[in-house]
């Protein structure tokens, strides 16, 4: 049985996305300030008004959360650096939810943002993991692409997947991305094309990957009276989970976190899957897709392929998911990918979305996953908000 206190009074309000771009000769502390300067400009207060910072970056070095604050002439009470991948939006809202609730803060910002230059993703891969520089590299092995292709291959043996199921994960997020006006893939994909992309290294093919890209993401965390005297649109804060290295024993990962915190994210939110309006996971790859689909109760384990060919993912659909398109089409910005689903969440529950709205959407479930070595990705999280 959980012993953690809700999040009672704690709301996530003024979700920021900074257009990507596909290459970027801007700084991450550039993209990074651009999406603190919109954040403090809609929510109405001033920069000093801000008195906790959480950030997240793979290319802030050699800074940290530390050197940022003097280079953004900020002067925070709380502080937390996040270096999670694609978990850190749902750790970045768990913990700045903590210290607004014990009152270590008033206001936090949090943010993620990353640059991307013509060298940045093999200077990122060359650097990323100790296991990753020691275990696999060596053998030919760089880069996420590899690590994928073996959780996907080793994913359509145990569960019948096939590519046409992965396609449909791909294709409906694609639908989705043509009326999110950032989103940096803008032309229909369908199943034959889908089907027809060159092979990156099988089973993952062309539009199985992310498109690394520069951009930022950000959002405020305070509590509801503070939001409420600004007059901030706001969802609270119903829940989360985080879990790193889950399921150490498993041989290959087939499943994530998710599974093993799932009872209590849907216990401490009074909720249950059948409650949840919208999904937005985290999606680098489609099989890892289909594991939170899983992992977080929509189907059982190995149902995930069965689920995408039952269900339209489409905004306009009976199960809406990445409503903007998810990573797979808007582009992966480093850490802000992480990111990416909460800003998303955050708009279309209070009403406020840049493309199309989904209808009598309320509650939201946000997921993340984020530091993949060879064989699993290390951290997972998930969030379940709703409109206050």
Not at 274 to 284: N, R, V
Request: hydrophobic share 45%.
């Amino acid at each position: 049985m959980s012993r953690r206190a809700a999040y009672d009074g704690v709301v996530a309000a003024v979700p920021v996305t900074i257009p990507y771009e596909r290459y970027s000769i801007q700084t991450a502390h550039w993209w990074i300030g651009r999406a603190l300067a919109e954040t403090i400009r809609r929510a109405g207060i001033r920069k000093r008004d801000i008195d906790g910072l959480c950030v997240s970056s793979f290319t802030l070095g050699p800074d940290t959360a530390v050197g940022l604050t003097q280079h953004l002439g900020m002067s925070p009470r709380w502080l937390d650096h996040i270096p999670m991948g694609g978990a850190t939006g749902v750790v970045a809202l768990r913990r700045a939810a903590r210290a607004v609730q014990a009152g270590d803060a008033e206001i936090v910002a949090c943010v993620a943002g990353d640059t991307n230059g013509p060298d940045s993703f093999r200077a990122l891969v060359a650097g990323f993991s100790r296991f990753a520089a020691d275990a696999t590299y060596p053998y030919g092995a760089a880069g996420p692409n590899g690590s994928f292709a073996i959780l996907t291959d080793a994913y359509m043996r145990r569960f019948g997947a096939t590519r046409e199921d992965f396609a449909r994960i791909c294709v409906a997020q694609r639908q989705n991305a043509l009326g999110f006006p950032h989103a940096l893939m803008k032309r229909k994909l369908t199943m034959e094309e889908y089907l027809a992309a060159r092979m990156v290294s099988s089973p993952v093919a062309l539009f199985d990957c992310v498109m690394p890209c520069a951009g930022a993401e950000a959002f405020l965390v305070m509590r509801d009276d503070t939001a409420a005297s600004l007059g901030l649109k706001t969802a609270r804060v119903l829940s989360t989970i985080e879990r790193h290295n889950a399921f150490p024993e498993d041989p290959i990962q087939l499943r994530g976190g998710w599974a093993q915190d799932m009872p209590e994210l849907y216990a401490m939110a009074g909720t249950t899957p059948a409650g949840i309006d919208l999904l937005q996971t985290y999606d680098d790859y489609p099989v890892i897709v289909m594991m939170q689909f899983e992992d977080l109760g929509f189907c059982a384990k190995g149902e995930g392929p069965e689920f995408v060919r039952s269900h339209d993912l489409t905004l306009a659909g009976d199960f809406p998911h990445n409503t903007s398109g998810g990573q797979l089409s808007v582009g992966q910005a480093g850490a802000a990918g992480g990111y990416l689903g909460m800003t998303e969440a955050l708009r279309q529950i209070t009403g406020t979305p840049l493309g199309p709205q989904v209808a009598n959407a309320r509650t939201a479930l946000v997921s993340g996953f984020g530091m993949i070595n060879y064989d699993r990705g290390l951290c997972s999280g998930a969030a379940i908000l709703q409109a206050a």
